[in-house]
């Protein structure tokens, strides 16, 4: 049987694998075991909000000497139950989650418990807040509430649609801020909502949509800014530039580019790195044996024109 | 036993895949009964799936819809657990399930659109019903319901997971069908040639049905052992899974053209595809390379499946 070298054949490229990682990302390897092992697992890493908030864990933990795990759910709650119990076997020090599915990471929390592994739930909150050491994340219903006031001072009687990412509790926090400070601009309008994912590629197609359905629609919430990036694709199509007013939530480079370029009006910056820098100094005081605030709101601020160079990332 | 013999490189490969884990995990933390038993409880609803999958693929069909029928079954099984109780809501997930089956099956056999059409079909719609429930958000299952949530994570005298067993027991009952009963041998009869399965009296309509009413069955068991696995229904929930599922059963070595395949075949290839997410996510490969390695070894296992048919 000419079986066995084609194995090692299939295989090989496996092992070829194994060894290129080794030598090529030191952080993402656990080979050599020095140090304390810490592990993260996010919801998505197809945005640069959560490429930033891992980096920023990453500095702290790597300035300590210690290691990190990084990984990447792909929205998809079951993998990241897996993933997580599969680290949980290598009794990390801390576990920082970033959860896809605030119900559903309720087991992962108990696993996590019953190995005494410290949980610390970044970005979006968890329906069980018992079960961690804390929660750190911006203020998005502030974020919300900053982009419907900034947008409420340049048009009071705006046409609004709002682009939701209705199963995130991050966005549901920002939609919130933003209707609440709405309901104190009464010439203001709400025509509609939908639901565009906060992606790019969704939130293109649902925006060319609301400007055909809605010829009076002169304002869009696209709760964050890929999704603002795909609304201004849209209207830009639609030959409605420097009409439709777009505001949102991110303060990412691409979202200051569109500011400094004319084609967004605000975007509330949140700091990733900083939220990743706190949950990890959070994760080192615990460790220590030092109290932990349960709730940490990492504040957001307005960018605007005036101040959008400082976010572009261009010296 | 010729069978079995088909299926000694498939378990050589998962073998060498441990040891290969065992040496590259530090602290040797991979080969331990914990992480093993963890292994099993991870694979359960992806090779619950392909079970049904193999069935479909067999007859030279497909099921794209079983993802979203994980989350379809799911949802209404939470729903309905406030007011019927974990038998109710079982049984409103089963159902729910089934009716996407006898869908799926009844246009598969009846008409001529073609089963990949149908099931992305019914795929769109059965994900559109779950939404439609609660938002989309997700829906938490009450701590009240001990025996929902036992099922997904629940561990037989504290030491074997429950959707392992659960996995185990739809295992020997899809493998006595398909490999010792008449229904079986037909399906392989169908998966062959349609024409002469018809011509020797195959009841082609009937047989067909069932195979899609299982393989949603099946789906649908998976959904409920997931809302319990998640604490919660989530409406946007299993998509993808499909495509995992056809991974195990492809990877198990049957043929995608149909008529060749068996159910051992696809539980070793889900084995070496949990093996593969478990082991490469402990050795703290970079989650972009375990996309890379996965599909090599996608690549090489049929590659090598398609050779040694020849």
């Known amino acids: 049987m000419k079986f066995p070298p084609l194995l090692a054949a299939a295989f090989a490229p496996v092992f070829a694998m194994l060894l290129l990682s080794g030598c090529g990302r030191p952080a993402d390897t656990a080979a050599p075991a020095k140090g ?16 930033e908030l891992n980096e920023g864990i990453r500095k702290a933990v790597e300035s300590r000497g210690d290691r990190l795990v990084t990984l990447d759910a792909q929205f998809n709650s079951l993998k990241q139950k897996g993933d997580v119990a599969d680290v949980l076997q290598q009794k990390p020090a801390a576990l920082f989650l970033n959860p ?32 961690v050491l804390c929660q750190v994340a911006s203020d998005n219903v502030e974020a919300g509430r900053l982009a419907c ?33 709405m309901a104190r601009h009464p010439g203001m309008k709400l025509l509609d909502t939908q639901d565009a994912k906060g992606t790019t590629e969704a939130a293109r197609p649902v925006m060319r949509d609301l400007l055909g359905r809605f010829p009076e629609l002169d304002a869009v919430f696209p709760i964050n800014d890929p999704g603002a ?47 990743g820098r706190i949950a990890a100094e959070k994760a080192y005081d615990h460790l220590a044996g030092k109290p932990v605030d349960k709730d940490i709101k990492v504040p ?16 | ?19 290969l884990f065992a040496l590259a995990v530090p602290g040797g933390r991979f080969l331990t009964v914990d992480n093993l038993l963890d292994l099993t409880q991870q694979i359960s609803i992806n090779a619950i799936l392909a079970f049904g999958m193999t069935l479909a693929i067999l007859i030279g069909g497909i099921d794209l819809s079983v993802g979203a029928v994980v989350a379809l079954a799911g949802t209404v099984a939470v729903a309905t657990l406030p007011v019927a109780g974990w038998p109710g809501a079982a049984a409103a997930g089963l159902g729910t399930a089934g009716l996407i089956g006898l869908v799926n099956g009844a246009c598969a056999a009846r008409t001529r659109m073609p089963p990949f059409i149908i099931t992305l079909a019914t795929m769109m719609v059965a994900r559109g019903i779950a939404l439609r429930f609660n938002e989309g958000r997700p829906m938490p299952v009450p701590d009240s319901q001990t025996v929902f949530l036992a099922l997904g994570n629940a561990r037989l005298l504290g030491v074997v997971p429950v959707p392992a067993l659960v996995m185990l027991g739809a295992f020997v009952l899809a493998a006595l069908l398909l490999h010792r009963t008449a229904f079986g041998q037909h399906l392989y009869a169908i998966g062959g040639s349609r024409e002469a399965a018809r011509c020797v009296g195959i009841p082609l309509a009937r047989r067909e049905t069932t195979v899609y009413l299982l393989c949603s069955l099946l789906a649908g068991l998976a959904g409920l052992i997931h809302a319990s696995q998640l604490y919660s229904a989530e409406p946007a929930s299993g998509q993808g899974f499909e495509l995992n599922a056809i991974a195990a059963v492809v990877v198990g070595g049957t043929s995608f053209t149909g008529g060749v395949g068996t159910l051992p075949g696809t539980l070793v290839g889900a084995v070496i595809i949990g093996i593969l997410d478990k082991g490469l996510n402990q050795a703290g490969v970079h989650f972009s390379l375990q996309y890379i390695i996965k599909g090599l070894v996608i690549l090489g296992a049929v590659y090598l499946d398609v050779r040694r048919r020849k």
Not at chain 1, 236 to 242: D, I, N, R
Not at chain 2, 14 to 19: H, I, K, P, S
Request: net charge positive; aromatic share 6%.
């Open chain 1, 36 to 51: 304390k092992l810490f592990a993260v697992s996010f919801q998505t890493l197809n945005n640069p909000f959560f490429v």
């Open chain 2, 1 to 19: 036993m010729k069978r079995l013999r088909d299926l000694l490189p498939l378990m050589a490969a998962a073998v060498a895949l441990v040891v």
């Open chain 1, 149 to 181: 006031e900034a947008l409420a001072a340049l048009k009071p009687n705006a046409r609004v649609a709002i682009l939701h990412y209705s199963v995130n509790k991050a966005c549901i926090d920002r939609v919130d801020g933003f209707k609440a400070e």
């Open chain 1, 100 to 131: 896809v599915n605030w119900e559903g990471v309720k087991g992962t929390l108990l696993d996590a418990r019953r190995l005494g592994v410290p949980v610390i739930v970044v970005d979006a909150p968890v329906s069980d807040p018992e079960l």
């Open chain 1, 229 to 275: 990036i795909g609304c201004i694709s849209a209207i830009e199509s639609a030959g409605k530039a420097g009409q439709v007013t777009v505001v949102t939530v991110d303060g990412s480079q691409e979202g200051a580019r569109a500011i400094l370029a004319g084609k967004l009006h605000s975007t509330s910056a949140q700091f990733p790195k900083q939220i």
């Open chain 1, 300 to 315: 957001v601020k307005l960018v605007r024109r005036e101040n959008a160079a400082e976010f572009s990332g261009t010296p």
